[in-house]
Nanobody, 114 residues
Framework: QVQLVESGGGLVQPGGSLRLSCAASGFTFRNYAMGWYRQADGKERELVATINTAGISTNYHDSVKGRFTISRDNAKNTVYLQMSSLRPEHTAVYSC???????WGQGTQVAVSS
């Protein structure tokens, strides 16, 4: 069965960095575009970044451009989200998704606070 397991979340001070990972299994990872989403308390889930199958084409939410970088390693069946210059407003549960499917990870909490 399809499994998406996120890791790398945690508590970080403003200005800090985190790298999230999403390990995929149960499907042919290299054939699917991937996305990272986030949902803050009391807010709707929103798309943060996407990456195409080859890892060449990426797209970002305007609020994270220049701060976050999405990447993937098709040999390791893993997609990453490098987050830098974090701010309190980046606090949310971050989840990965196989784009255009109902396959989601369980999410990992990111908290940015001093």
């Amino acid at each position: 069965q399809v499994q998406l397991v996120e890791s790398g979340g945690g508590l970080v001070q403003p200005g800090g960095s985190l790298r999230l990972s999403c390990a995929a299994s149960g499907f042919t990872f290299r054939n699917y575009a991937m996305g990272w989403y986030r949902q803050a308390d009391g807010k709707e889930r929103e798309l943060v970044a996407t990456i195409n199958t080859a890892g060449i084409s990426t797209n970002y939410h305007d609020s994270v451009k220049g701060r976050f970088t999405i990447s993937r390693d098709n040999a390791k069946n893993t997609v990453y989200l490098q987050m830098s210059s974090l701010r309190p407003e980046h606090t949310a549960v971050y989840s990965c998704r196989v784009q255009y499917t109902t396959w989601w990870g369980q999410g990992t909490q990111v908290a940015v606070s001093s």
